[in-house]
Antibody
Framework: QVQLVESGGDLVKPGGSLRLSCAAS????????MNWIRQAPGKGLEWLSY????????YYADSVKGRFTISRDNAKNSLYLQMNSLRVEDTAVYYC?????????WGQGTPVTVSS | EVVMTQSPATLSVSPGDRATLSCRAS??????LAWYQQKPGQAPRLLIY???TRATGIPARFSGSGSGTEFSLTISSLQSEDFAVYYC?????????FGQGTKVEIK
């Protein structure tokens, strides 16, 4: 079945870095756009970043531009989010999400906590 | 960016009743509007896309309408499994933006 599994979430100090991964299965990964979306504790959903099928087109939310980098490896059916200069306000559950025009499949999320 | 505003923040409804949730965009998003349902501890689930098309496997009691800046999600007869938080999202413009959510709770 179609599945997205995130990993890499952890407790990190402010200013630190973290790399999230998302493993895709059950569908042709290279045929889909992909996104990262997060949800702070008790809060709503915040779209973070988008990458096109071949990786040539990328968008970021202003809140993470210059600090986060999205990438993908279609040979490994994997999506990544490199997060640098982490802030306390980056604490959230991070979801990877498939998009075929609309975000239609979400992973279960991986928690990131930024605290000293 | 397009600001999405949902109302009400909380909707108290009895099982079997009808619920109507609203979503307003700060500028036209055409019909590029999706609705998601999220239950505690779970990832969101796509309910409606294109403002009015039900996603695969979504029951017919869920319906969406609207275009431009005004949208609504109607649940015709609330079942126990429908009590959750609902989010609208526009995918017409970058950045993609979500509404703040409407919590549908048991009255």
């Amino acid at each position: 079945q179609v599945q997205l599994v995130e990993s890499g979430g952890d407790l990190v100090k402010p200013g630190g870095s973290l790399r999230l991964s998302c493993a895709a299965s059950g569908f042709s990964f290279s045929d889909y756009y992909m996104n990262w979306i997060r949800q702070a504790p008790g809060k709503g959903l915040e779209w973070l970043s988008y990458i096109s099928r071949g990786g040539s087109t990328i968008y970021y939310a202003d809140s993470v531009k210059g600090r986060f980098t999205i990438s993908r490896d279609n040979a490994k059916n994997s999506l990544y989010l490199q997060m640098n200069s982490l802030r306390v306000e980056d604490t959230a559950v991070y979801y990877c999400a498939r998009e075929g025009g609309v975000v239609d499949v979400w992973g279960q999320g991986t928690p990131v906590t930024v605290s000293s | 960016e397009v600001v999405m505003t949902q109302s009400p923040a909380t909707l108290s409804v009895s099982p079997g009743d009808r619920a109507t949730l609203s979503c307003r965009a700060s500028q036209s998003v055409s019909s590029n509007l999706a609705w998601y349902q999220q239950k505690p501890g779970q990832a969101p689930r796509l309910l409606i896309y294109g403002a009015s098309t039900r996603a695969t496997g979504i029951p017919a009691r869920f319906s969406g309408s609207g275009s431009g800046t005004e949208f609504s999600l109607t649940i015709s007869s609330l079942q126990s499994e429908d009590f959750a938080v609902y989010y609208c999202q526009q995918y017409n413009n970058w950045p993609r933006t979500f509404g703040q959510g409407t919590k549908v709770e048991i009255k």
